[in-house]
């Protein structure tokens, strides 16, 4: 069986696989549909909860941002792992005690305000779906490569699969769909690990692969060898940061306090029984998180090196045949700036942004790409960060099955968190905004009815979204985290932690922390991208790590205006202690 009949095979079983469980377990009420029922166990929440938040920036492009940024790209371990105990020990049980469905309802609710709840729900939406792009760019990814189709069109598939599942099953249907998504992609992730761990070092755990020597006689370590070989080609070594101490410590914070405030993670804590089992639920998510976020270092370092084995002085007419697959998709891309029919690694940049092909081809055969950088670099080679783990089974030759696998398991990454991601966009517009807000008449069957009218209209945006991204996957990601450090964080901390804080202070501070964090990122990263180097950056901080500004304007603003303005009725103060004391 060939390996193309192989993934057609993996991806059309596990398609089939979510869209039964999402007919099996059909939402036939609102609490079904927002929280699924509410009685979940705490190791399936687990699983869906780790699910839900390791999503294609996880699986896809993680792993390739450390490969290609080393030392720097530990921020995402750090800021995204330890995001989540901060979650699980000062969010979750609370929220859960507190009984509602939503986060704005939990805002809507304890700041007495319908103001607040429209608040909140605009900050959910541009988290939502900032984050939304990069899942469906990552399902695009996949489908180009695997499946044979262009981006685009891949894109659209998965905006498909995704009505399906999350617009018929609601959140009962995505907990159990997520499940098997977890499944999926943990074992596509460990499979191909323990196999190139083996290749390398002769170890095949990766995790401690990652600290054994390279089989090769050398005698040296992993990170050694990639040390030498990349200063060799004129970069600096792998073990070393270009970023700065405030960059590294902002981008880690944003993106562990971004973790604290997504809208998409803390609604799965509703779906327990009760508060000790969100705490439950959050610990057994943390142990499935764990394995694959202890193994994408090393994933990373492997996949560099056997990319620069591979590619590196290589002839372009011998070019292995994974090289081929992902330049005829656009994703790899080699300009031969000496005329010597070799394809050289080096530092700089072989064309101005994403290489823009034509439909011709060059002396050597290879794409012509009309939009060069300057020849002031050794670079000839350009690759997207995003396809390292997905290529990862190609270059180290496994077997086709594996191969099979991994594109199955990227699938199950990204659509498991587009999912949760549209039924809060969904769960916001028809319950926040519709039955809390605007019609407090409406019918349950009509609430369903907007919900999934809502989640419809949210995947064709998404979709959008994920044909023209603002950026590599987890870049992307990484955005939306910073935007819910800066809006929705704070309102919720403080609304649980000070019976002080009033709806005016929480308005207050979540519309300076959002407005202040969107349009630093927006600048930088959409209207003058140009400018986005280290000496424009306010305090030095990347946009990446401005999140982190945006909470302390949030905090700052919203106490100073709490402090001179009405204090919050007494029915509130007691609702803290109800949500606080332990049990009652």
């Known amino acids: 069986m060939t390996t193309q009949t192989l993934i057609y095979l993996f991806v059309g079983l596990s398609f089939a696989l979510y869209i039964g469980i999402a007919i099996a377990s059909r939402a036939s009420s609102t609490k079904e549909f927002y929280v699924a029922g509410g009685g979940v166990n705490p190791v399936v929440n687990g699983m869906a909860t780790a699910a839900d938040w390791m999503s294609a920036a996880s699986f896809i492009s993680m792993a390739g941002i450390i490969a290609f940024s080393g030392y720097d790209g530990s921020v995402y371990l750090m800021g995204w792992t330890g995001g989540y105990v901060m979650l699980a020990l000062l969010l979750a049980p609370y929220l859960k005690k507190f009984g509602q469905y939503t986060v704005p309802d939990f805002i809507g609710t304890r700041y007495y305000s319908k103001a607040a709840r429209v608040v909140a729900v605009i ?3 541009f988290i939502s779906f900032t984050y939304i792009a990069g899942q469906m760019r990552g399902v695009g990814i996949v489908f180009s490569r695997f499946l044979d ?24 249907g995505i907990t159990y769909t997520q499940v098997a998504q977890y499944c999926v992609l943990i074992f596509a992730y460990m499979v191909p690990a323990f196999f190139i761990s083996f290749l390398v070092t002769g170890n095949p755990v990766p995790q401690l692969g990652l600290g054994s020597t390279v089989n090769d006689g050398s005698g040296l370590y992993v990170l050694q060898k990639l040390d030498l070989v990349l200063q060799d080609m004129g970069f600096g070594a792998y073990t070393d940061g270009s970023k700065s101490m405030i960059d590294v410590f902002c981008i880690t914070a944003a993106l562990m306090v971004g973790t604290a405030g997504l ?19 959050a610990g057994w998510a943390l142990v499935f998180i764990a394995l694959l976020y202890t193994t994408a270092p090393a994933v990373g370092a492997f996949a560099r090196l056997n990319f620069i084995d591979s590619v590196n002085n290589v002839e372009y007419a011998q070019a292995p045949e994974w090289f081929k697959n992902w330049e005829s998709n656009d994703l790899i891309a080699w300009r031969d700036k ?28 290879e794409r012509i790409v009309s939009n060069a950088a300057a020849d002031d670099n050794s670079n000839e080679v350009y690759v997207d960060r995003d396809i390292m783990v997905l290529a990862n089974p ?55 009815l907007a919900a999934r009218l809502a989640a419809t209209a949210a995947i064709f945006v998404a979709g959008y979204l994920g044909i023209y991204p603002p950026g590599w996957v987890a870049q992307v990601v990484a955005f939306a985290f910073g935007l819910a450090a800066a809006s929705l964080f704070p309102a919720i901390f403080m609304g649980i932690f000070s019976k002080r804080m009033n709806r005016e202070g929480a308005i207050a501070g979540m519309v300076t922390g959002l407005s202040f964090t969107f349009l630093y990122i927006g600048w930088f990263k959409l209207w003058s991208p140009e400018s986005n180097v280290e000496a424009n950056w306010l305090f030095g901080i990347s946009p990446e790590g401005i999140g982190v ?7 700052t603003v919203a106490i100073a205006v709490a402090k001179y303005t009405k204090a919050p009725p007494k029915e509130i103060g007691w609702l803290v202690d109800k949500i606080r004391v332990p049990r009652g």
């Open 394 to 448: 190609e270059i180290a030759n496994l077997p086709g099955w594996v191969i099979a696998l991994v594109a199955a398991g990227g699938l199950a990454a990204a659509l498991s968190t587009a999912a949760g991601l549209l039924l809060v966009i969904s769960s916001s517009i028809s319950h926040d905004l519709l039955k809390q807000t605007f019609r407090p008449e409406i019918t349950e069957k009509g609430e369903l």
């Open 149 to 172: 189709v262009p981006i685009n069109l891949g894109v659209i598939i998965g905006m498909g699969i995704v009505f399906v599942y999350a617009v018929l099953g609601g959140m009962k």
């Open 549 to 555: 500004i945006g909470m302390v304007l949030n905090f």
């Open 263 to 281: 809208p998409h993670v803390i609604v799965r804590f509703f779906t327990v029984p009760k508060a000790s089992d969100a705490r439950k639920s």
């Open 123 to 125: 900050c959910l939406i």
């Open 338 to 365: 000496n005329g010597d029919g070799r394809m050289q690694l080096g530092k700089g940049d072989p064309f101005e942004g994403a290489p823009d092909f034509a439909a011709d081809t060059g002396a050597n055969g």
